[in-house]
């Protein structure tokens, strides 16, 4: 028979448990789960999309960059699930983040001029480089940094993500734009490399 003082100590841990991980959102910086992710290795991929002012409806105008995912963002549902969409304006590519169209969200682009896509290993602290509410115009050579719409991760904390891409092929005239991409999967942290260890 177990005495008083066994059968408790298996609460205790539990309850020892349940207290560091209520704590961990508060854990050092803001990281995600911090069991999470030691295996996070570059994945860098590439992306067709359509501009919006293209007159064929349903194609993939949007993307998600946390998700990794294109969006059709004319689709139901479809507002809230897109970080940024490509349109045409003035016969130029450009990227519109869903503030920009009207829709409140955290989701923001900047321009990196001057820099590379292996460069670019962190996004910017400076929240005034990033533009919201306006369109960014999209250039051959010109990289970008997105940080995306609020959304719920690990133990439910509000996180934002962010990534980086550069075009490959911009084509104003047929409404179309190939870029590579990355993101981290890291909540609310800047970095866009591997921690190292």
């Known amino acids: 028979m177990l005495s008083r003082s066994t059968a408790v100590r298996p609460r205790l841990r539990l309850l020892a448990v349940a207290a ?3 704590s ?9 789960d911090p ?7 570059l994945a860098p991929d590439t992306v067709f999309i359509y501009s919006l002012a293209r007159p064929e409806l349903n194609l993939a105008s949007g993307f998600n960059v946390n998700q990794r995912r294109l969006v059709r963002v004319e689709a139901a549902g479809a507002t809230g699930s897109w970080d ?31 820099e590379t896509f292996d460069g670019i290993r962190e996004a910017p602290a400076d929240t005034a480089l990033y533009v919201r509410d306006r369109s960014v115009p999209i250039e051959l050579g010109q990289l970008y940094v997105v940080r995306t719409n609020q959304q719920t ?8 993500y962010y990534g980086k891409l550069e ?4 084509d104003p005239v047929g409404g179309t734009l190939r870029f590579r991409y990355d993101a981290s999967p890291l909540c ?3 970095s866009l490399v591997p921690p190292e260890g």
């Open 84 to 114: 940024f969409l490509v349109n045409t304006e003035d016969g130029r590519l450009v990227f519109l983040t869903p503030s920009a169209v009207g829709l409140d969200t955290e989701s923001a682009v900047v321009p990196m001029p001057g």
């Open 35 to 41: 069991f999470g992710f030691n295996d996070w290795t």
């Open 24 to 32: 961990a959102p508060f854990l050092g910086a803001c990281e995600d």
């Open 188 to 190: 609310n942290s800047r």
């Open 20 to 22: 560091a991980l209520a």
């Open 167 to 170: 075009p490959l092929e911009v």
């Open 153 to 160: 991760g690990s133990f439910g904390r509000r996180c934002v």
